[in-house]
Structures are given as structure tokens and as C-alpha cells.
């Protein structure tokens, strides 16, 4: 019933291995945005790739053990066609976040109906009590 709601992420300490993680920003000047973040998650040492709105295009999470390395993939996005400049961003420092913080805040969203904000009529009622219904039955985790 709940299947897909949660996703579970895995993810090696990095500086513990003495590799580098960062953001790349990706500007285009038109194109498909879809197909260019496509082609960015094929370059290694990407992490994710995800479309944005905002300030970049693409962002796209990244690691890599030398600065070479990070200039190889820089110039390899600059050549796709359309990507007008990238810009990256090295990650110093990662606060962890409690498991008891991002539960309170998804069912803050979820019990304010955040979750059905488009449905029309009576279908918004509807899908709130389904969803709290279906908070309730989280299991709380410490």
C-alpha cells in the first residue's frame, strides 16, 4: 500500500576515501533538457542528474579524486550541444539530518494536503483522509 513512498539511499563516505563530492550546474541555451541531463548521467562520476527550475538547467551530483578528472568531465558537458556554461561547487562539510526531522516535516506536508493541492471538488478531502490514514500507519523510526 505504501510501496514507493520512501526511498532508501545508500552512499559511501566519500571524504573517508579521499574522493571529492561536489555539484555541477548546468546552463543551457535551449534544447531538449531531458536528453541533456540523459547523457549527463552517463558520465562517471555522476551521482544523480536531475532537470531544475531556477537558477541552473541540470544539476548534477559528482565525485572525483583530481582536479583533471573534474576538468575532463566540466569540458565533456561543455561540448554537448546547447549547454551554454557549467559551473560546480565542492561539498566541504555534510550535516546529518535526523530520521525523526524528515518524518515530521513529510507528514506536516502530507496532513496539510500539500500531497493533493491540484485535485478538484471533493477529491482533495478525499485523497487528505486516505493520506492520513496511510501516515498513521508509518512505523516510527528512532
Not at 119 to 141: S, V
Request: glycine share 8%; net charge positive; charged share 25%.
Amino acid at each position: 500500500m505504501l510501496s514507493g513512498i520512501v526511498n532508501i539511499k545508500i552512499e559511501p563516505n566519500f571524504k573517508r576515501l579521499g574522493i571529492k563530492k561536489g555539484m555541477l550546474h548546468v546552463y543551457l541555451r535551449n534544447g531538449n533538457i531531458k536528453e541533456i541531463a540523459s547523457k549527463i548521467s552517463e558520465i562517471g562520476g555522476i551521482l544523480s542528474s536531475s532537470i531544475h527550475v531556477g537558477n541552473s538547467d541540470v544539476v548534477a551530483d559528482f565525485v572525483y579524486d583530481s582536479s583533471e578528472y573534474l576538468l575532463d568531465t566540466i569540458t565533456t558537458i561543455r561540448h554537448m550541444d546547447n549547454v551554454d556554461k557549467v559551473m560546480w561547487s565542492e561539498e566541504v562539510y555534510s550535516f546529518p539530518v535526523s530520521s525523526e526531522n524528515v518524518l515530521s516535516t513529510f507528514r506536516r506536508f502530507w496532513e496539510n494536503g500539500s500531497n493533493g493541492r491540484n485535485n478538484r471538488d471533493g477529491k482533495k478531502q478525499y485523497q487528505n483522509q486516505t493520506n492520513n490514514r496511510r501516515i498513521k500507519e508509518l512505523p516510527h523510526l528512532e
